[in-house]
């Protein structure tokens, strides 16, 4: 099913160069979907672009998504080259783990133009191309998107950010055809550790150790690929994120409070 479902579908990927980008790129181009691969590192979206089962089926476009020209161009760049566009997956992301006393207001806005401001921007000159083809505009959060978390203020707050953009979207384009929808995952296994920010703006040398369950980025492949098969409007990674902040918030939020006050303490790089 999936394999039909994307033959000769036009994706642009976000975040396209590493982990959970990445993985979905190989995957959508073995299903047999044409690619535009954005993201900054060049070299490395080289990589994925021949690791894709047909040669010429998928763009590189370095982009960095902070920029609201390099963005459009990245989407005009994908829909020059196949024709057109019926798949945005906004991955491009950015962590920072600190507590948001003493963190440096560059380093907080910088993990807001990053997560948010670079799904805002491709969002928003996609839209029209995957509104004439009633495509699916796909977006990356995550858990910390969904409950406060002490040490991930700022970063759960651009994805609170983007659950709010993409429940309007769903809603403004649900009768124009067009399916909207946000993966929120828990630790996922990518490089993304390797670059989480401490409070200064500086990557942790070793950033603190998740204290939960780390899954494997093919699983988060594949609930992405469920979602924009099944045109869903959210999903969890594991699925049983969703049944706990519900009994946590029907438990007035006490017990899931003192959790994550003992799971994520202050800590500062050594
Ligand atoms: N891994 C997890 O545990 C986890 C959990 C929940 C949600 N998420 C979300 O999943 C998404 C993907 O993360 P990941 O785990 O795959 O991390 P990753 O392996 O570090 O990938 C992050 C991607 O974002 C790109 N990126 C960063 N800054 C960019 C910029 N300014 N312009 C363009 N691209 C930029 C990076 O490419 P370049 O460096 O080449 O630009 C890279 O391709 C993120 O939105 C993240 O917040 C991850």
Redesign the pocket.
């Known amino acids: 099913m999936t394999e039909q479902f994307f033959t000769n579908r036009v994706a642009l990927i976000?975040?396209?160069?590493?982990?959970?980008?990445?993985?979905t790129a190989l995957r959508l181009a073995a299903a047999g979907a044409k690619l535009g691969l954005?993201?900054?590192?060049?070299a490395?979206?080289q990589e994925v672009a021949d690791q894709a089962a047909e040669a010429g089926a998928a763009l590189p476009i370095p982009?960095?998504?902070?920029?609201p020209e390099?963005c459009r161009r990245a989407v005009e760049a994908t829909v020059e080259r196949f024709g057109k566009l019926d798949l945005l997956i906004?991955?491009?992301?950015?962590?920072m783990r600190a507590y948001f006393e003493g963190s440096a207001l560059p380093a907080l806005e910088r993990v807001m133009?990053?997560?948010f401001f670079?799904t805002l921007y491709a969002t928003h000159f996609a839209l029209p191309h995957v509104k004439r083809s009633r495509g699916s505009l796909v977006a990356?959060?995550?858990?910390?998107g969904l409950r406060g978390i002490p040490s991930y203020g700022v970063?759960g707050a651009?994805?609170f950010a983007i659950q709010g953009l993409y429940e309007s979207l769903h809603l403004e384009l649900k009768k124009h055809g067009v399916h909207v929808g946000v993966?929120?995952?828990?630790?996922?296994?990518?490089?993304?550790?390797?670059?989480v920010l401490a409070g200064d703006g500086q990557p942790w040398h070793v950033p603190p150790p998740?204290p939960f369950r780390?899954?494997p980025?093919e699983k988060?492949v594949d609930r992405i690929v469920r979602l924009i098969v099944k045109r869903r409007r959210e999903i969890v990674l594991p699925w049983f994120v969703g049944p706990m902040l519900a009994l946590d918030r029907l438990l007035g939020y006490g017990f899931g409070n003192w959790l994550l006050e003992r799971k994520f303490p202050e800590e500062s790089p050594p």
């Open positions: 976000t975040g396209a160069s590493s982990g959970i980008g990445r993985a954005a993201a900054r590192n060049g490395a979206l982009t960095d998504v902070t920029e390099q906004c991955s491009a992301g950015l962590s133009r990053v997560n670079g990356i959060s995550s858990v910390t970063y651009s994805k993966v929120s995952p828990a630790f996922v296994d990518t490089p993304l550790r390797d670059n998740p780390i899954w980025v988060c």
